[in-house]
């Protein structure tokens, strides 16, 4: 039973679409992120959402919209995709009750989507 | 300001050899730190934490990490690599609220037979 599970694996599209991805946890996490894995494997993150807010919202382009409808849920929606958003963009989850710094909380990822945009 | 140095992009060993990889972090905070593995085309999968418990860490597959304040690092060995060992490992710093990770642009690890 996958704990972080992303949809889909792979998605190729051309220059200027729109696309999702979706990302579910089953671990009863209350705070879940994005991060984003460039050609040379160095990841960053994009958002993170405590109880379906939004508490990190790093640099990103206004194209990059997430979307938690619940705890469980955080999807990430792109508009307009341009060559550059080519990358594998990890979601994970983690629980820090309320947002106090607990060193003892790890993030659980997923396996990864690989966006190729032609 | 929270930081994470790879001090080394590639490392190659013998298998049956020790395996070294090197980690220094930079921290405002008590840092929690992290080793994670990642398989070609696969996931991030925790390998080890420090979480100001024990300084030395044991994790799964026979890896272990030291944590030296005094040096600031963090770094991972293995007394014995093994083929399966291959792979790409990321150093993670963890600190402030949310528990921010800040990632270390890797180490990738080849195996030799």
């Known amino acids: 039973d996958t704990a972080v599970s992303q949809t889909p694996k792979y998605l190729v599209t051309q220059m200027g679409n729109d696309k999702s991805i979706k990302c579910e946890q089953n671990l009863g996490h209350d705070t879940m992120y994005w991060y984003k894995q460039d050609s040379k494997k160095f990841l960053k993150i994009m958002f993170s959402?405590?109880?379906?807010?939004?508490?990190i919202n790093e640099t990103v382009p206004n194209r990059f919209s997430p979307k938690s409808p619940d705890k469980a849920h955080l999807n990430l929606h792109i508009n307009s995709l341009e060559l550059g958003d080519s990358a594998v963009y990890f979601c994970?989850?983690?629980?820090?009750?309320?947002?106090?710094?607990?060193?003892?909380?790890?993030?659980?990822f997923g396996a990864g989507t690989r966006l190729s945009v032609l | 300001a929270q930081s994470v140095t790879q001090l080394d992009s590639h490392v190659s060993v013998s298998e049956g050899t020790p395996v070294l990889l090197r980690c220094n972090y930079s921290?405002?905070?008590?840092?929690?730190l992290f080793w994670y593995v990642q398989h070609p085309n696969k996931g991030l999968q925790l390998l080890l934490k420090y979480t100001s418990a024990a300084t030395l860490v044991k994790g799964i597959n026979g890896f272990e990490a030291e944590f030296k304040k005094s040096e600031t690092s963090f770094h991972l060995t293995k007394p014995s690599a093994h083929m399966s060992d291959a792979a790409e490992y990321f150093c993670?710093?963890?600190?402030?609220?949310?528990?921010?990770?800040?990632f270390g642009s890797g180490t990738k690890l080849n195996v030799k037979p």
């Open positions: 959402y405590n109880n379906k807010e939004l508490i």
């Open positions: 993670v710093v963890s600190a402030g609220n949310f528990n921010k990770f800040y």
């Open positions: 921290s405002s905070y008590s840092p929690s």
């Open positions: 994970a989850s983690s629980q820090v009750d309320g947002g106090a710094y607990l060193p003892k909380n790890i993030q659980y």
